[in-house]
C-alpha cells in the first residue's frame, strides 16, 4: 500500500542511537513493573508469554513456575476477555502462594474492558494500538484532516479510563504496536510502513502523555526483520524529535518459527538492535514451549555484559545510508557476486581435508555414481575456501574453489582456482586471476590510503573481518567508509566462531551478519569454524553442515536470499486452538521443498490474519477442528477440519501454478 507520507519528508536527522560505533546503551526512563524496574539503568530483562488456556489456572501457575525457572523475568498472559482478565487475580494468588513474584503482564486485543480489569490486578498491561479501539475492516478510507482527528477523539474516550486506572493503581503498560494489526485509519494515511507503526503508537502515547502517566514501554514488532529494525530506529528518532520522554524499549521479532529459523530469525532482529545499544527488555517468540525462549534470549542479552570495553572505532559523522528504509548497497557485479545477484555463501573447509567427493555433502553438494554426475540441493554452497589444502579431484560445476594466494600462485589449475590475498599482497600488484580474486582484511587494512589508490574496476571482491568484540558496528563503518568513497566493489562479511558453540553460534552470526544485511550491506557470507586441535573428520563435516545452514539461514531471515520455505507461525497463547508444534511440524513435512514460498500457521483468527501480515498461504484456526485457509489476506475456505486442512492447502498451492513435487 501506498503511504500518502514519505518517511524521507518527515525525519530529520538519520541518528537513533546514541553512538553507532561505541557501544552504549540508550538512555531511558525507569519503568516500574512490581519488584523489578526496567529501563537503561536496570540490566536487560528477558520476558516471554504462556501458552496454556488462561481459564486453566492450575496449568498456568505450572507453566508460569516453568518459565520463571529458567530465568524468565517478566510473564505475560493472554486476556481476551473480561473472564480471563479476572482469572488473572486466581493466578496471581496461586503464584504468590507458591513464593513466586514474577511480574505478570495481561495480553490485550480488541478488550478495553478486560484490560480495564486486569489493570487493577497485574504489575502491566499491554495494549496493542491497532485494535484496542479499532475492529480491522480491511477498509481503505480517505480520512479528510477533520475525520482523521474524530477518530483520535474517539480513541481517546476508550484509552482514557484505562490511563487513569494504570495510574491510579501503578500499573505499567506496554504500547505494544504489531506490523500486521495496523489500524484501517494509520493503514489508509502512513501506509503498511515503519512510519505507520510508530505513529500508531504516538497516537496513544500523546494521550498518555497529557494525563502525565509515563509508565510505558513501546515495541514495534514485525515478522520481517526489516521493517521491524527500521521501525524501532524510527521510534526512537521520533520521539527525541518531538520531545516525548526516553521510554523504554521492549524487543521481538513477531510468528519468528521454531528451531534454528526461529532463532536466527529473531537474532537478526532482536540482535541488530542490541549492538546499537536499544532495547530494555526481549521477548524471543518461538513456536516452542515458553520456557525454551528464555535461554534464547538470554544468550543475546549477555553477550553485551562486556561490551562496553570494545577496542574504540572512529566515530561516524553522518550515515549515508537510509537506516529506516531498506535499500541495497549498489555494487559492480564481478561473476556472480553483486550487482542484482544474491548474496553468496562461501564453505570453509581450510582445517578440513577433502578427500571424496563424500566429504561435500555437508554443504549441500551431493556426487550421484549414477548418472555419474554432480547435483546440489537449495541450500548449496557456492563457494568453497580450501586455504592451503587444494581439493584433489574435480569439483561441480556450481561449487568454485578459493586458495590462499602463494598456493594458488603454484597450483597447475589456476584458471579454475580463485586466489584470497591479503590487501599487502593485493598492494604489491600481483599476477591476479582473470575473472575473480577475493582480498581480504579489517578496518586497519582497509584504511584511506589503500581506498584512495585502489582501482574500483577490476574482478575483486573485498573479504571484511574484525578483531573487535563490537564487530559489526565496525564493519558497518567499513562499509560506510566504501559508499562514502563510492567504493562499489561486492564485499563478503567473514567472521570467525569456534566450532564448539553451536548453541550461540546462531544467535551469533544473524547478529554480526544478520545486522549488515538488514541495511543492505553485504555480498556473500562467509562463517569460519574454529576447530579445537584433534577434531574427528566426521565432526568436522557435521560443523561444517551446521555453519552452511545458518549462513543460508541468515540470509533468509534477513531476507536476501531465500533458499527455503518461510513459516510464519504463531508462539502460540491462550487463544491457540489446536497444538501448534505438531501442526506446524506436519505442515513442514509436506510443503518445506517449496523455497521460497512463507506459510503462516496461526492458532487464532482473531489475530492470525493480520499478524502473518506478508504470508502467500494462511493455515488458521478459526474453532474447534476448523481450519481458515488464507491465499494471501483472504479466506479461500472456512471450517476446513484439520483432517483435511493440510491437502485442501496443498491443492489451493497447486492452483496457484506453486507446488513442485519434492525430489
Ligand atoms: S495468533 Fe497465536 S499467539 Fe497471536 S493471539 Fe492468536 S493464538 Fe495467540
Known amino acids: 500500500m501506498e503511504a500518502d507520507f514519505e518517511t524521507s519528508k518527515i525525519i530529520g536527522n538519520k541518528f537513533y542511537c546514541p553512538s553507532l560505533t561505541q557501544y552504549t546503551r540508550r538512555r531511558t526512563i525507569t519503568v516500574n513493573i512490581g519488584d523489578l524496574p526496567l529501563g537503561s539503568d536496570y540490566p536487560i530483562r528477558v520476558q ?7 481459564m486453566n489456572t492450575e496449568g498456568s501457575i505450572a507453566e508460569v513456575t516453568r518459565m520463571v525457572e529458567a530465568g524468565c523475568e517478566y510473564v505475560r498472559i493472554t486476556a481476551p476477555s473480561v473472564k480471563e482478565a479476572q482469572n488473572l487475580e486466581n493466578i496471581k494468588k496461586g503464584l504468590l502462594a507458591k513464593g513466586i513474584r514474577v511480574p505478570l503482564i495481561a495480553d490485550i486485543h480488541f ?31 480517505d480520512y479528510t484532516d477533520a475525520s482523521y482527528a474524530a477518530e483520535l477523539e474517539r480513541i481517546r474516550e476508550k484509552f482514557m479510563p484505562l490511563v487513569k486506572i494504570c495510574k491510579e493503581y501503578g500499573t505499567a503498560m506496554r504500547i505494544g504496536t504489531n506490523h500486521g494489526s495496523l489500524s484501517d485509519r494509520i493503514l489508509s494515511r502512513y501506509g503498511d510502513s515503519p512510519l505507520g507503526m510508530v505513529e500508531s503508537a504516538l497516537e496513544f502515547l500523546r494521550i498518555c502523555e497529557e494525563m502525565n502517566y509515563s509508565q510505558i514501554v513501546l515495541s514495534m514488532k514485525s515478522s520481517n526483520t526489516q521493517v521491524m529494525v527500521e521501525a524501532y530506529r524510527l521510534l526512537v528518532q521520533r520521539l527525541d524529535e518531538e520531545g516525548f520522554k526516553p521510554y523504554p524499549l521492549h524487543l521481538g521479532v513477531t510468528e519468528a518459527g521454531e528451531a534454528e529459523d526461529g532463532r536466527i530469525k529473531s537474532a537478526v532482529g532482536i540482535g541488530t538492535l542490541l549492538e546499537d545499544g536499544l532495547g530494555d527488555t526481549v521477548r524471543v517468540s518461538l513456536t516452542e514451549a515458553p520456557e525454551n525462549e528464555v535461554p534464547v534470549a538470554r544468550a543475546l542479552v549477555e553477550r553485551y555484559n562486556k561490551r562496553p570495553n570494545h577496542a574504540p572505532i572512529e566515530p561516524i559523522e553522518h550515515i549515508p545510508i537510509n537506516p529506516f528504509q531498506y535499500t541495497r548497497r549498489v555494487t559492480r557485479e564481478v561473476n ?3 550487482g542484482l545477484n544474491v548474496p553468496r555463501v562461501i564453505a570453509d573447509y581450510s582445517s578440513i581435508a577433502v578427500e571424496s567427493h563424500e566429504d561435500l555433502r555437508s554443504v549441500g553438494h551431493f556426487f550421484l555414481p549414477v548418472p555419474d554426475k554432480w547435483a546440489m540441493n537449495d541450500q548449496g554452497a557456492d563457494y568453497i575456501y580450501s586455504g592451503s589444502r587444494p581439493i584433489p579431484f574435480m569439483l561441480p560445476n556450481g561449487l568454485k574453489e578459493i586458495l590462499d594466494y602463494p598456493v594458488w600462485l603454484t597450483h597447475e589449475d589456476q584458471k579454475n582456482k580463485l586466489p584470497l590475498l591479503s590487501v599487502k599482497e593485493f598492494s604489491n600488484e600481483p599476477q591476479l586471476h582473470p575473472s575473480l580474486n577475493f582480498v581480504k582484511g579489517d578496518i586497519h587494512d582497509f584504511n ?17 573481518t574484525s578483531e573487535n568484540a563490537h ?24 567472521r570467525p566462531y569456534p566450532a564448539a558453540t553451536s548453541e550461540i553460534l546462531p544467535l551469533y552470526a544473524a547478529t ?24 574427528e573428520k566426521e565432526s568436522q563435516l557435521k560443523t561444517a553442515a551446521e ?18 520455505t518461510e513459516y510464519i507461525s504463531c508462539p502460540s497463547c491462550g487463544r491457540t486452538l489446536f497444538d501448534l508444534q505438531e501442526t506446524t511440524a506436519m505442515i513442514r513435512k509436506h510443503t518445506e521443498h ?9 492458532g487464532c483468527i482473531v489475530n492470525g490474519p493480520g499478524e502473518m501480515a506478508d504470508a502467500d498461504y494462511g493455515y488458521v484456526g478459526m474453532g474447534k477442528d476448523k481450519i481458515a485457509l488464507y491465499r494471501g489476506q483472504q479466506v479461500v475456505k472456512r471450517s476446513v477440519t484439520a483432517e483435511k486442512a493440510v491437502s485442501e492447502l496443498i491443492e489451493i498451492i497447486k492452483e496457484d501454478g506453486r507446488w513442485v513435487e519434492p525430489s
Request: proline share 3%.
Open 512 to 535: 554480526d551478519v544478520g545486522g549488515l544485511l538488514v541495511d543492505g550491506l553485504g555480498d556473500g557470507i562467509w562463517l569460519e569454524p574454529q576447530f579445537e586441535v584433534d577434531v
Open 48 to 54: 516471554s508469554m504462556t501458552t496454556v488456556d488462561t
Open 594 to 602: 517449496l523455497k521460497g514460498l512463507k506459510i503462516g500457521i496461526m
Open 111 to 141: 478488550t478495553p474492558n478486560a484490560a480495564e480489569l486486569a489493570a487493577r490486578i497485574v504489575e502491566k498491561v499491554r495494549i496493542n494500538p491497532g485494535n484496542y479501539a479499532d475492529r480491522k475492516r480491511f477498509e481503505v478510507i
Open 336 to 338: 556472480n557476486f553483486g
Open 471 to 494: 564487530a559489526m558496528p565496525e564493519l558497518r563503518r567499513l562499509f560506510f567508509r566504501f559508499l562514502d568513497k563510492k567504493i562499489t566493489t561486492a564485499v563478503v562479511v567473514k
Open 547 to 564: 555453519f552452511n545452514s545458518i549462513a543460508f539461514g541468515v540470509l533468509q531471515a534477513a531476507r536476501t536470499r531465500m533458499s527455503k
Open 448 to 464: 584511506d590510503d589503500f581506498l584512495d589508490h585502489f582501482n574500483d574496476s577490476g574482478n575483486v571482491v573485498f573479504v571484511l
